[in-house]
């Protein structure tokens, strides 16, 4: 009887604390419901831990930069929406760090792909140039006939334009211009097959006897040729050409095909040039329509100049053949030289050929020389055609030509090969006008493409535009 007091005061004071407590636990309810609902769940899942213990779960690696998150454990099935969420333990200190992975893109070097960039950009490019030169392989006649109606018509716009500043009309002004050119170049072609035909019985006369003084000086000679060999020669010589005689026809028959070409690109030539004469400001205008509308201004601004630079070297061109085949012309005649004219003639149409041109005309002259006069005489030619030559490269040239047009001596001689090996002759004599031509046009779209910016960053943008736009 003795302990009953002391337990019951005992358990009236732990019935206080819960009363207390109880109280407590009410009025923290009543301010924050949400969590006092927590701290019962929290307080609930630490007695369950307390008694059952937990069960351990294997550690999964972090997921990688690049792959897909996985996704997160659900909470066990009968738990609440309060349940706390299961804590995945971190990996031990010995595991391996995992690098992660850059992008493809970014593991590709700097210059690489630059180079990628550029070099998918020239196949494309080059693939462009290559349909394109098929293409004019195709219609080369076609091609060949309108450029050298370009360079015609570059020849002798400005005569018509004189005339019609003399008051004619603009139709009768082209067809004088073009009757008097082409009767002018009609008559120099005739006189030019009259002066070698007249001749040809004079100079085959003169290689023979050029022939014999060649055996009679290769006897004489310190390089102890005999008789029977130069006849061997000769006599291989002759066999070689009766061998060759079905090649040789078919290169006859060959021979009138290109005729029958070359009278159809004169005729189309012609007519060509008299349309360009007559409406070359039309045929401009409509090739305008044909550009893009951004990249027309400037179109329309590259083509006169380019024009200019054509009209520029087709007039010093002829200028400079005209002075060469003159000087040399006469050069020949007074050094007696049979078919003087004709060879000057020759050394006119060669000088349209820049550098290779003249080297070949002014060989064939030497050779003519040689065969008919001797060697003084054609040594005397050479130094008159080496004479001619170096005035007209550093004196007529700059002079006539001028900055405007002048080109430098590689891109003269890379196009000069380029064309003669896609077109032959014809291709060699546009090569460099070409080149002139299109380093004209590009370089005046160069300078309108950065004006352009220029002015496009001098204008402000006002700020209404700029809120509208974003």
């Known amino acids: 009887m003795s302990r009953l007091p002391g337990w019951l005061d005992r358990l009236g004071a732990g019935l206080s604390a819960a009363a207390q407590r ?8 009543e301010a924050d419901p949400e969590a006092e609902v927590e701290a019962e769940a929290r307080a609930d899942a630490d007695a369950a831990a307390h ?63 630059v180079a990628a960039e550029a070099g998918w950009r020239l196949l494309v490019l080059a693939g462009t140039l290559w349909v394109l030169m098929q293409v004019i392989r195709t219609v080369q006649l076609v091609v060949l006939a309108f450029v050298a109606a370009l360079l015609i018509t570059a020849l002798l716009q400005p005569p018509v334009a004189r005339l019609k500043g003399l008051g004619l009309p603009r139709g009768l002004a082209t ?34 006897d050029g022939i ?23 006599k291989n010589l002759q066999d070689a050409i009766g061998t060759n005689t079905e090649q040789i026809t078919s290169a006859g028959l060959q021979g009138v095909t290109v005729m029958v070409e070359v009278l159809t690109g004169i005729l189309l030539a012609m007519f060509s040039t008299l349309f360009l004469l007559y409406d070359g400001r039309k045929v401009w205008e409509w090739s305008l329509r044909l550009v893009p509308s951004q990249a027309r201004p400037g179109v329309a601004g590259a083509g006169p100049r380019a024009w200019r630079t054509l009209t520029a070297y087709v007039r ?45 005309s002014g060989a064939l002259a030497v050779v003519v020389a040689l065969v008919t006069n001797g060697v003084f005489t054609s040594l005397m030619v050479l130094v008159v055609v080496l004479a001619v030559q170096q005035i007209e490269g550093h004196v007529l040239q700059p002079f006539i030509l001028g900055r405007a047009v002048r080109v430098h001596p590689l891109a003269v001689v890379l196009s000069v090969a380029a064309g003669g090996l896609v077109a032959g002759i014809g291709g060699a004599v546009v090569a460099v006008p070409l080149v002139a031509v299109t380093n004209t046009a590009v370089g005046y779209l160069r300078a309108y493409s950065e004006e352009q910016t220029a002015l496009r960053a001098l204008v402000p943008v006002r700020p209404d535009l700029g809120e509208e736009s974003s």
């Not at 082409?182 to 004079?202: R, S, T």
């Not at 014999?212 to 130069?230: A, D, Y």
């Not at 030289?337 to 149409?349: K, S, Y």
């Open 22 to 29: 109880l109280a407590e636990r009410r009025a923290r309810a």
């Open 51 to 113: 008694l059952v213990p937990a069960k351990p779960t294997r550690a999964e690696p972090p997921a990688l930069p690049g792959e897909p998150q996985r996704p997160e454990r659900s909470a066990p099935e009968g738990a609440g929406p309060g349940a706390p969420p299961q804590h995945v333990p971190a990996p031990p200190a010995y595991a391996p760090a995992v690098a992660a992975r850059p992008e493809p893109v970014d593991a590709v070097p700097w210059g690489m792909r």
């Open 316 to 360: 010093g061109t002829v200028i400079v053949a005209l002075i060469d085949a003159v000087f040399i012309g006469l050069g020949l005649f007074f050094l007696d030289v049979p078919m003087a004219v004709p060879l000057a003639v020759f050394i006119f149409l060669f000088a349209f050929i820049p550098l290779v041109g003249a080297v070949i």
């Open 212 to 234: 014999e003084e060649l055996k009679t000086w290769l006897l004489n000679s310190p390089f102890h040729v005999t008789e029977s060999q130069i006849n061997d020669i000769a």
């Open 175 to 208: 067809a004088v211009t073009a009757v008097l050119g082409f009767v002018i170049m009609g008559l120099v072609g005739w006189f030019v097959v009259w002066q070698v035909m007249d001749n040809l019985d004079n100079l085959s006369a003169r290689v023979r």
